[in-house]
């Protein structure tokens, strides 16, 4: 009976909690509200206090309880969290307030997850992992637009259009970079920080931070989660999936921390070094992540004579349109001590990256040379043109003006969009492993052969079907919107088309219309960045993975092609 009696009381302070929590999340973002009915400083501090005291009631329940032991991870952490909580009542309200309501998120998730039901929602996201893949998407994108709605994200302490909250949140966590307005001059720093967060979430992969998140709680997962995180990531299962996860993170953290050190000496020169700091880490993080958003109106125009800038930016959106299972091949090629050889799928991404990135030079450098490029030096022309060859098939940054561009670039930049990044990686587009595919079947016809072989490998004809599936459903999916665009907004051919590539392949450039779209051809826009970022393939997969097929075989025959 005494060992009963705290854990009712743990329940009730438990339930108690969670309401706390919510209270403390209107306290953070809806200051303006709460302070127009009373004095927010007092009511900050009496948060403070409430979560504080909650806090050591729940630690004191458990100990009381006899559960310190079985939860003795989650006693120590609170415990340790009481400490500096205490000292952050007097100085920081508002940061104990935060770090508070992420302890209660944390465990909410973990309870809804794995308790609630016997466990039973985790169980059923992870028996169809398409659809967990869509729904996370779709749950990200909700918290979001509700953090980019509050009047804290905005500098004008406004509520932001829901329209226009869902555009960047989804733009953000599907790494698109359009933009409905500036977001350097239109939300505060915890707006810009939202955005960011999105970013990389969006960059990392829904699934591989559910996953990891899993691990983390303890629960094994099931074959299916397993054998999507592996597709997902492009690997085979020479590596355990905690390994895979943690390699991921790793090489994430690394490139991005590089990639700001790098920037710091350009930013550096023209900013305090706290913004330096602040605009290297959000530029790194959106250039590997292949977001295209920038903190400066005009994107990086102002750089396109910085040499160190072009070269690091262009490197990260490389680094993270090959792939991670391609970093990760390239790294055990030349840093393991056997000898390592690189996989097919990496030979394939590699050289078709290349090819395409030659490609787009050259024909941004032909196009553009007496047009946005007129007047411009030998070297900045080299530049620019390295520059959005490397930009336009992912990640949406500009260094020259894409309003004024001529329509052999508009036509080049579609075509770059369209191929876009590689599976597995954090940019979309039909991917370069699918043009290969398709590039190496019409080679294989033209030489009578009935196999597709390269780099001395025979690639299975399952591959070919699953490119030119994805290829049709891509084209038409992008007809359709194009399409209802067209009739939707007034404007050219051209910049609809372009726009519409851009949203599916999850690029991010536009020829200006982007905040001028009607709030329907928002939404085409936004169900166009979702579908891209996701996969159609994936969407399909979704609906089908429970349909029983039957074993029937028929009679073949063969029609008439060309």
Same mark, same amino acid.
């Given at each position: 009976?005494?060992?009963?009696?705290?854990?009712?009381?743990?329940?009730?302070?438990?339930?108690? *909690?969670?309401?706390?929590?919510?209270?403390?999340?209107?306290?953070?973002?809806?200051?303006?509200?709460?302070?127009?009915?009373?004095?927010?400083?007092?009511?900050?501090?009496?948060?403070?206090?409430?979560?504080?005291?909650?806090?050591?009631?729940?630690?004191? *329940?458990?100990?009381?309880?006899?559960?310190?032991?079985?939860?003795?991870?989650?006693?120590?952490?609170?415990?340790?969290?009481?400490?500096?909580?205490?000292?952050?009542?007097?100085?920081?309200?508002?940061?104990?307030?935060?770090?508070?309501?992420?302890?209660?998120?944390?465990?909410?998730?973990?309870?809804?997850?794995?308790?609630?039901?016997?466990?039973?929602?985790?169980?059923?996201?992870?028996?169809?992992?398409?659809?967990?893949?869509?729904?996370?998407?779709?749950?990200?994108?909700?918290?979001?637009?509700?953090?980019?709605?509050?009047?804290?994200?905005?500098?004008?302490?406004?509520?932001?259009?829901?329209?226009?909250?869902?555009?960047?949140?989804?733009?953000?966590?599907?790494?698109?970079?359009?933009?409905?307005?500036?977001?350097?001059?239109?939300?505060?720093?915890?707006?810009?920080?939202?955005?960011?967060?999105?970013?990389?979430?969006?960059?990392?992969?829904?699934?591989?931070?559910?996953?990891?998140?899993?691990?983390?709680?303890?629960?094994?997962?099931?074959?299916?989660?397993?054998?999507?995180?592996?597709?997902?990531?492009?690997?085979?299962?020479?590596?355990?999936?905690?390994?895979?996860?943690?390699?991921?993170?790793?090489?994430?953290?690394?490139?991005?921390?590089?990639?700001?050190?790098?920037?710091?000496?350009?930013?550096?020169?023209?900013?305090?070094?706290?913004?330096?700091?602040?605009?290297?880490?959000?530029?790194?993080?959106?250039?590997?992540?292949?977001?295209?958003?920038?903190?400066?109106?005009?994107?990086?125009?102002?750089?396109?004579?910085?040499?160190?800038?072009?070269?690091?930016?262009?490197?990260?959106?490389?680094?993270?349109?090959?792939?991670?299972?391609?970093?990760?091949?390239?790294?055990?090629?030349?840093?393991?001590?056997?000898?390592?050889?690189?996989?097919?799928?990496?030979?394939?991404?590699?050289?078709?990256?290349?090819?395409?990135?030659?490609?787009?030079?050259?024909?941004?450098?032909?196009?553009?040379?007496?047009?946005?490029?007129?007047?411009?030096?030998?070297?900045?022309?080299?530049?620019?043109?390295?520059?959005?060859?490397?930009?336009?098939?992912?990640?949406?940054?500009?260094?020259?003006?894409?309003?004024?561009?001529?329509?052999?670039?508009?036509?080049?930049?579609? *075509?770059?969009?369209?191929?876009?990044?590689?599976?597995?990686?954090?940019?979309?587009?039909?991917?370069?492993?699918?043009?290969?595919?398709?590039?190496?079947?019409?080679?294989?016809?033209?030489?009578?052969?009935?196999?597709?072989?390269?780099?001395?490998?025979?690639?299975?004809?399952?591959?070919?079907?699953?490119?030119?599936?994805?290829?049709?459903?891509?084209?038409?999916?992008?007809?359709?919107?194009?399409?209802?665009?067209?009739?939707?907004?007034?404007? $050219?051919?051209?910049?609809?088309?372009?726009?519409?590539?851009?949203?599916?392949?999850?690029?991010?450039?536009?020829?200006?219309?982007?905040?001028?779209?009607?709030?329907?051809?928002?939404?085409?826009?936004?169900?166009?960045?979702?579908?891209?970022?996701?996969?159609?393939? $994936?969407?399909?997969?979704?609906?089908?993975?429970?349909?029983?097929?039957?074993?029937?075989?028929?009679?073949?025959?063969?029609?008439?092609?060309?």
């Amino acid at each position: 009976m005494a060992k009963a009696l705290p854990g009712r009381y743990l329940r009730n302070i438990e339930r108690l *909690a969670y309401l706390i929590a919510l209270w403390s999340f209107l306290v953070l973002f809806f200051e303006t509200i709460i302070s127009y009915y009373a004095p927010y400083q007092q009511v900050e501090i009496y948060t403070a206090i409430a979560n504080l005291l909650f806090l050591g009631l729940s630690t004191l *329940a458990r100990l009381l309880g006899g559960k310190a032991l079985r939860d003795n991870k989650r006693v120590m952490f609170d415990l340790v969290l009481f400490i500096p909580g205490v000292i952050l009542l007097f100085f920081q309200p508002k940061i104990l307030i935060f770090l508070l309501l992420i302890r209660q998120t944390y465990f909410f998730l973990q309870y809804l997850l794995f308790r609630a039901m016997e466990g039973k929602l985790f169980k059923l996201l992870s028996d169809n992992p398409p659809v967990s893949l869509m729904l996370s998407f779709a749950l990200v994108i909700f918290v979001g637009t509700v953090l980019l709605m509050l009047p804290s994200a905005s500098v004008l302490h406004r509520v932001t259009a829901p329209i226009d909250a869902l555009f960047i949140a989804t733009s953000a966590t599907c790494v698109t970079g359009l933009s409905v307005f500036d977001i350097g001059s239109t939300l505060t720093l915890m707006g810009q920080l939202v955005v960011l967060l999105l970013i990389q979430i969006g960059g990392l992969g829904i699934m591989t931070i559910s996953t990891a998140f899993a691990l983390i709680m303890g629960q094994r997962l099931t074959l299916k989660l397993e054998n999507i995180m592996y597709s997902v990531m492009g690997k085979d299962r020479r590596l355990d999936i905690f390994q895979l996860l943690k390699s991921v993170v790793l090489v994430t953290v690394i490139i991005e921390l590089v990639g700001a050190t790098l920037l710091f000496f350009v930013f550096s020169q023209e900013m305090s070094p706290a913004q330096a700091i602040y605009h290297s880490i959000f530029h790194s993080v959106s250039a590997f992540c292949n977001a295209g958003f920038s903190l400066f109106t005009d994107s990086l125009t102002h750089y396109v004579e910085a040499p160190l800038l072009n070269i690091v930016i262009t490197l990260l959106i490389i680094l993270g349109g090959v792939g991670f299972a391609v970093i990760i091949d390239l790294y055990h090629r030349f840093f393991s001590r056997n000898n390592h050889q690189l996989s097919l799928h990496s030979k394939i991404v590699l050289s078709t990256t290349a090819a395409l990135l030659l490609v787009g030079f050259l024909g941004f450098f032909w196009a553009e040379y007496n047009n946005t490029m007129a007047g411009f030096d030998l070297d900045k022309r080299l530049f620019s043109s390295w520059f959005q060859s490397v930009s336009s098939r992912t990640a949406g940054f500009d260094t020259i003006a894409f309003e004024h561009i001529s329509p052999a670039t508009v036509l080049t930049c579609q *075509a770059l969009m369209f191929v876009g990044a590689s599976p597995g990686s954090t940019g979309g587009g039909m991917k370069t492993t699918t043009l290969a595919l398709l590039v190496i079947s019409v080679i294989s016809i033209l030489r009578g052969r009935r196999e597709l072989t390269v780099f001395n490998r025979k690639i299975p004809m399952s591959n070919l079907r699953e490119a030119v599936a994805l290829l049709s459903l891509i084209t038409f999916i992008l007809l359709i919107s194009t399409f209802f665009l067209l009739l939707i907004e007034q404007k $050219t051919f051209s910049t609809v088309a372009f726009e519409a590539i851009s949203a599916f392949s999850t690029c991010g450039l536009s020829m200006g219309i982007t905040p001028y779209l009607s709030n329907l051809g928002k939404l085409i826009i936004i169900l166009l960045m979702y579908i891209g970022r996701i996969g159609p393939l $994936t969407m399909i997969y979704a609906l089908s993975m429970r349909k029983v097929q039957p074993r029937l075989s028929f009679a073949e025959e063969k029609v008439m092609i060309g």
